[in-house]
């Protein structure tokens, strides 16, 4: 029997199959994907082969093989630098929650998460969150930050998954294709899905007081499907994004900016660091490339662990 995975609990997979019909499944014994050593051997979204067994008085399915993925959204672990987690896969796109405070999402995490994004050729969409409550000040930094990922080529949507603001425009580009939320905890995931479909009820939380961050209501990764066409993965808050395999030499190809100028520097390896005549230290003298995202570069290249020593904002020398 063929289904996708829905939900994943570590030990337990939720599996709908192509009648309609769900099933709890786990794997037979272990359960390996060649070239891939995480945490999760099988994801959500992933398209899977199982058969039925009796366990008792209940029945159950048995995962024994997994198709080949169009792609995967995979991350290390910051505290477990070894091992790595796949968060979901078989996406049409993702969308990125944004928020300028309460909590803080800084530009070293967005541009870590695009750079995987667009190493597996996922279309990434930026969602700056909670624009509701932001003062001028604030929403001028929003403005600034947007216009300059639009710049890129990502596309920025300012919205209010509280009031309803922009919900439509985010519904219009989900419809009939898999998409996956992504974000910090209290980023507002959850309920931006209950914004596009109450009738989910996801589970949501304040932020915490005390430590200005989300609190983790959503556990493990789980896909709905909606009313309006298409189907949503709702993610755990992720607190750091870690990149995995990635080599020095083409980590500047997945920031769209610096693989448009890669051509024009003086060495065809350039890495964009100490070398001479490098048309992306040029672009950043001139300021037609963004400090912040560079500071970001390189530290991926450099293979800083993430640090956050710079304002969602700052792109100043």
Same mark, same amino acid.
């Not at 931006?192 to 609190?215: C, F, M, R, W, Y």
């Not at 607190?239 to 520097?265: H, N, Q, R, S, T």
């Given at each position: 029997?063929?289904?996708? %995975?829905?939900? =994943?609990?570590?030990? #337990? ?7 309609? &019909?769900?099933?709890?499944? *786990?794997?037979? /014994?272990?359960? *390996?994907i060649q070239g891939i050593k995480s945490t999760n051997p099988i994801a959500v979204g992933d398209v899977v ?6 366990? /008792? ?11 080949? *993925? ?6 290390? =672990? %910051? ?32 541009? *870590?998460?695009?750079?995987?994004? @667009? ?12 624009? &509701?409550?932001? @003062?001028? @000040? ?60 109450? =009738? ?28 309006? /066409? ?49 048309? %992306? ?9 963004? #400090?912040? $995202?560079? $500071? =970001?570069? %390189?530290?991926?290249?450099?293979? @800083?662990?993430?640090?956050? $020593? ?8």
């Amino acid at each position: 029997m063929t289904g996708t %995975v829905y939900k =994943s609990t570590g030990s #337990w997979y939720t599996v709908k199959n192509q009648e309609g &019909d769900f099933f709890e499944c *786990r794997i037979k /014994g272990k359960f *390996r994907i060649q070239g891939i050593k995480s945490t999760n051997p099988i994801a959500v979204g992933d398209v899977v082969e199982f058969e039925i067994e009796q366990l /008792g008085d209940d029945t159950v399915g048995v995962i024994h093989h997994i198709e080949d *993925r169009k792609n995967y959204i995979i991350r290390k =672990s %910051v505290n477990l630098s070894k091992q790595t987690h796949i968060i979901a896969a078989n996406l049409d796109q993702v969308f990125l929650l944004v928020t300028l405070n309460n909590p803080v999402t800084y530009t070293i995490f967005i541009d *870590r998460f695009l750079a995987t994004a @667009e190493a597996y050729e996922i279309p990434t969409i930026l969602l700056f969150n909670k624009v &509701d409550t932001y @003062e001028i @000040e604030e929403l001028a930094e929003i403005k600034f930050l947007a216009e300059m990922y639009r710049k890129i080529g990502y596309t920025c949507i300012g919205i209010s998954a509280k009031t309803g603001k922009n919900v439509d425009k985010v519904k219009e580009l989900m419809t009939n294709t898999t998409s996956m939320f992504a974000g910090h905890s209290g980023a507002g995931k959850s309920t931006l899905v209950n914004a596009l479909e109450p =009738s989910l009820d996801l589970k949501t939380a304040e932020i915490s007081e005390q430590h200005l961050q989300g609190q983790h209501t959503t556990t493990f990764a789980e896909m709905f499907d909606l009313d309006f /066409g298409g189907r949503i993965i709702d993610t755990p808050g992720i607190k750091g994004f870690g990149i995995v395999d990635m080599e020095k030499d083409e980590i500047g190809d997945y920031f769209p900016e610096f693989f448009a100028l890669k051509g024009e520097c003086k060495f065809n390896n350039c890495l964009h660091l100490d070398e001479p005549k490098c048309a %992306v230290k040029e672009a950043l003298e001139n300021d037609e490339v963004a #400090w912040s $995202r560079y $500071r =970001s570069y %390189v530290q991926m290249v450099t293979g @800083e662990e993430e640090t956050y $020593r710079t304002d969602i904002h700052d792109n100043k020398k």
